[in-house]
């Protein structure tokens, strides 16, 4: 097909790709969504599910169908849009729906959704307009209890509907997006409901930014979900991550540059960005092709939709080239490293039957954790020609950092620390990663949840091994304290 553009935008800056990459990316995950709504059984397991308000097939739908919206509003690929647009039509049966709405004005906001994304293509019934808009005006449409971003969600259907109404400020306030977190202690839902509170409150790039989104606290909490997501090859989130980095920002951090470049060899290589829930071995267990083929779309449709977001964005938006920091970080030392380390000193002085000064000394003299060869090996396989190689080390410490601590893996924590300390590498994870590994400590100054026991003979059989972990830890803790500090000091 015919590749389209209307020519309105700028040329988009070459870290990104080029126009014509982008736009023969976007074209494909066009094509692919339309073969997706054309080729799916409604009655099929994998997508006759309840998922809550809606069906595994519906939701389908519906995402295929604000995929075609944003892009065809973004003036991109114009004929393929319009020929997605009535290939839903075509495929789609609202009676359910319709039905649904009338008994639970609420759902209005749910199944409702591709109705009016129909209704902005022409391609709604005068039955199913009245229908939905009459149950938008209901008194009874915000009558259940929802999650902030769900409710950003839902005013944002309302201005697909016509309406004028404004974001909810205090929906926005109470929402993930706005409040102290960070990968080590986010699940991916947690990272979803971030992305997704950026895409409706700045209507997927066509509202300013609010304040409460315009500092570095979600850039950075965003900023080491992306290192994170590259290292476990979680492509689908990973395009969430960076399509909120171009609608907070409209660029790229330098982790963003670097794991969109990652994702485009991806892309190359396979032909498509896989999804974490892609199996080749499931796959190829399923005999009949036609089980096949519901299986790779039901767990290929949506990061391939997202893909092509992100590449409509780049097209659509005013892009600068990836951000450099303003400012290099210093460290700054939790406090609670300095509890941990006393009560370790405590702890190694009564195993050991020692003075203070001995088991300081103990301390400083165990130096052991995990090799950092997980460092290295991403650092290595993320370096190219063109980029910073001090960058990819940087983001592969942060990964290892949140992959180490996600696992309660803490002697790789340690490891991965340690490659902070010695590369002089200061950013919000390593300084997050601190602060995880010292809340380890327990009440006696034993560090880590494995040192819980049920009774002292149990405490008393593994003592100095205990000991010898903790004092690693400890070790740890103490000599990314004193290298960060001194290069603090020795910076001009």
């Not at 939701?59 to 004929?79: N, P, Q, T, W």
Request: hydrophobic share 45%.
């Amino acid at each position: 097909m015919q590749v389209e553009f209307s020519g309105k935008y700028p040329e988009v800056p070459a870290t990104y790709g080029t126009r014509a990459e982008l736009l023969k990316r976007l074209d494909d995950c066009l094509a692919f969504a339309q073969r997706t709504v054309e080729s799916v059984n409604p009655a099929h397991p994998l997508w006759n599910v309840d998922l809550g308000q809606v069906s595994g097939y519906e939701k389908m739908m519906m995402e295929v169908g604000i995929f075609a919206h944003l892009v065809g509003r973004a003036g991109c690929c114009d004929e393929a849009v319009g020929t997605l647009a009535r290939a839903i039509r075509a495929h789609y049966d609202s009676t359910s729906a319709l039905s649904c709405i009338l008994r639970h004005p609420r759902l209005a906001a749910s199944l409702g959704m591709l109705l009016l994304v129909l209704e902005r293509f022409e391609l709604a019934t005068q039955q199913e307009r009245a229908i939905v808009h009459r149950a938008l005006e209901s008194p009874y449409v915000d009558c259940s209890e929802h999650v902030p971003f769900r409710l950003l969600d839902r005013r944002w259907v309302l201005g697909l509907a016509g309406s004028t109404v404004e974001p909810l400020p205090e929906a926005l306030r109470l929402s993930t997006a706005c409040r102290t977190t960070h990968p080590i202690y986010m699940t991916r839902e947690d990272g979803y409901a971030v992305t997704h509170t950026i895409m409706y409150v700045t209507d997927f790039g066509a509202r300013a930014v609010p304040s409460e989104l315009r500092g570095d606290a979600v850039w950075h909490t965003i900023d080491a979900a992306i290192a994170w997501c590259t290292a476990v090859a979680d492509y689908d989130l990973l395009a969430e991550l960076l399509l909120a980095q171009l609608l907070l920002r409209r660029r790229l951090s330098k982790y963003g540059a670097l794991a969109w470049r990652r994702s485009r060899e991806i892309w190359d290589a396979l032909g498509f960005l896989p999804s974490p829930s892609l199996s080749a071995a499931s796959f190829r267990a399923l005999t009949d092709q036609t089980e096949q083929r519901q299986y790779a779309f039901h767990n290929m449709y949506h990061t391939v939709l997202v893909s092509g977001l992100l590449c409509a964005a780049f097209l659509q938006m005013w892009v600068d080239d990836p951000e450099d920091p303003a400012d290099q970080l210093q460290y700054d030392e939790p406090s609670s490293v300095v509890r941990a380390v006393e009560g370790a000193v405590d702890y190694v002085q009564r195993v050991l039957r020692a003075s203070p000064a001995t088991a300081r000394e103990a301390i400083a003299a165990v130096d052991w954790t995990a090799s950092s060869s997980r460092v290295d090996e991403l650092a290595r396989s993320w370096v190219k020609d063109e980029a910073a190689p001090e960058v990819a080390t940087r983001m592969a410490i942060d990964a290892s950092i949140i992959v180490a601590a996600q696992d309660y893996d803490l002697s790789a924590l340690a490891a991965a620390l340690r490659c902070a300390a010695r590369t002089n590498c200061v950013t919000p994870t390593v300084q997050a990663g601190a602060d995880f590994l010292a809340h380890q400590s327990l009440v006696g100054g034993v560090i880590g949840a494995g040192r819980l026991v049920r009774g002292p003979s149990e405490a008393n059989a593994d003592a100095m091994e205990s000991a010898r972990t903790t004092a690693a830890l400890a070790n740890c803790l103490v000599d990314l304290g004193e290298r960060l500090t001194r290069k603090r000091t020795d910076d001009p």
